[in-house]
Nanobody, 123 residues
Framework: QVQLVESGGGSVQAGGSLRLSCAAS????????MGWFRQAPGKEREGVAI???????SYADSVRGRFTISRDNAKNTLYLQMNSLKPEDTAVYYC?????????????????WGQGTQVTVPS
């Protein structure tokens, strides 16, 4: 079955960096659009970044220029490099897979979800 396992979360000071990873299995990874979503306490889940089958990326306005999404199809792994982190980036970050190879959107919704990893940026 589809499995998405995130890692790399933690607590970092404002201005710092973290790199999230997502190990994918159980589906044809290279044919899926992949993305990162997040949910802060008391808020709805929101899209952060997506990367389609061809490598085209799209970002939420709040993270553009600070976060970079990438994928390694040989390793079935998705990454999110997060720089210049802010307290408002504090959230649970979810890896997601979308079978719409070319037409996925940062607004989602994807079909499959990971269990999430906590990112905390203290104010």
């Amino acid at each position: 079955q589809v499995q998405l396992v995130e890692s790399g979360g933690g607590s970092v000071q404002a201005g710092g960096s973290l790199r999230l990873s997502c190990a994918a299995s159980g589906f044809t990874y290279e044919k899926f659009c992949m993305g990162w979503f997040r949910q802060a306490p008391g808020k709805e889940r929101e899209g952060v970044a997506i990367i389609n089958m061809g490598g085209r990326t799209s970002y939420a306005d709040s993270v553009r220029g600070r976060f970079t999404i990438s994928r390694d199809n040989a390793k079935n792994t998705l990454y999110l490099q997060m720089n210049s982190l802010k307290p408002e980036d504090t959230a649970v970050y979810y890896c997601a897979a979308d079978p719409r190879s070319w037409s996925c959107s940062v607004n989602g919704p994807p079909e499959y979800w990971g269990q999430g990893t906590q990112v905390t940026v203290p104010s």
